[in-house]
């Protein structure tokens, strides 16, 4: 089975600090991407990675930056945290388009 | 671009059928269904790509309108395990033109 692990659960951060959440996969799958989760809008994609060093901004990439430098682990980083940023992270990897997207179980993200 | 979904919830009962609507502006490659159950990550349910190719792991079926930039998801003879949020996301052709619905609650009751 593919395995997403995310490297928190919770989190709590203070307005202005910069904050790394990272995702790991162990199925040597090609693609990558960090979602927002927020009540009523559902799952919007900040960025995705289609291979080491290679990202393109998704719908919302403002205010966070990305970062891939083994094909496994890909972080996502809010570079001055803000109270708007409070959300559910997902992370989640795929094998190639359009094939399905596996999940990791989240991170729930409060800045304070 | 987000696809929207109906409706935004439904509550059954244990045997009843359901049907999830997703729909797009958009010309669509693809369409994609998970589902989320409360407090896990969502789970893949099923791909329909333009031309009627589709892929799924379990038995719920859908249908997807490359004309009309629907697709429909049909649960029949619901079981308590049903119950979740399902989601589409429809895909343009490159992941960065690939946007998730805002969601459909379902609740099933004995």
């Known amino acids: 089975d593919v395995k997403v692990t995310q490297s928190s659960r919770y989190l709590v951060k203070r307005t202005g600090e910069k904050v790394f959440l990272e995702c790991v996969q162990d199925m040597d799958h090609e693609n990558m991407f960090w979602y927002r989760q927020d009540p009523g809008l559902g799952l919007r994609l900040i960025y995705f990675?289609?291979?080491?060093?290679?990202?393109e901004k998704g719908d919302i990439p403002e205010g966070y930056s990305v970062s891939r430098e083994k094909k496994e682990r890909f972080s996502l980083i809010l570079e001055s945290a803000s109270t708007n940023q409070t959300s559910m992270y997902l992370c989640?990897?795929?094998?190639?388009?359009?094939?399905?997207?596996?999940f990791g179980p989240g991170t729930r993200l409060t800045v304070t | 671009q987000q696809p929207v979904q109906s409706p935004q919830a439904v509550i059954l009962r244990e045997g009843e059928d359901a049907v999830i609507n997703c729909s797009s502006s958009?010309?669509?490659?693809?369409v994609h269904w998970y589902r989320q159950k409360h407090g896990e990550a969502p789970v893949f349910l099923m791909i329909?790509?333009?031309?009627?190719e589709q892929k799924g792991h379990e038995k719920i079926s859908a249908s997807f309108n490359e004309k009309k930039q629907q697709s429909s998801l049909y649960l029949t003879a619901s079981q308590l395990s049903y119950s979740g949020t399902y989601f589409c996301g429809t895909g343009e052709g490159n992941f960065n033109k690939f946007y998730f619905g805002s969601g459909t609650k379902l609740n099933v009751k004995p």
């Open positions: 990675s289609y291979d080491v060093k290679m990202k």
């Open positions: 329909l790509l333009k031309g009627g």
């Open positions: 989640a990897s795929a094998d190639g388009f359009p094939y399905e997207q596996y």
């Open positions: 958009k010309a669509l490659y693809s």
